[in-house]
């Protein structure tokens, strides 16, 4: 069965902290390349930050030295710290395969609000 659940999210003030988990079915997640997305309103979805399966991690402009991202391979689960948070980082977030999306779970919403 695929499945992606996401979560952790929630309403933060400007330069707080999330942590947010995905567990992934094992089709999707083992030996693959893992992904964090964001959808902010308006806008289309965008690669914020990438584990190699190996361990090896990019991210974006936007978030570097800010969010940092890890997986665990025995629990098929991908995590997002998220540190520092401005509200530019407001969006629905949502853990993928990186070089295939042919599966969305629901994300999980991340508001950064004073």
């Known amino acids: 069965q695929v499945q992606l659940v996401e979560s952790g999210g929630g309403l933060v003030q400007p330069g707080g902290s999330l942590s947010l988990s995905c567990a992934a079915s094992?089709?999707?997640?083992?030996?693959?390349?893992m992904g964090w997305f964001c959808r902010a309103p308006g806008k289309p979805r965008a690669l914020v930050a990438s584990?190699?399966?190996?361990?090896?991690?990019n991210y974006a402009g936007s978030v570097k030295g800010r969010f940092t991202i890890s997986r665990d391979n025995a629990k098929n689960t991908v995590y997002l710290q998220m540190n520092s948070l401005k509200p530019e980082d407001t969006a629905v977030y949502y853990c993928?395969?990186?070089?295939?999306?042919?599966?969305w779970g629901q994300g999980t919403q991340v508001t950064v609000s004073s």
């Open positions: 584990i190699s399966s190996g361990g090896g991690t």
């Open positions: 094992g089709s999707i997640f083992s030996g693959n390349a």
């Open positions: 993928n395969r990186v070089a295939v999306q042919n599966y």
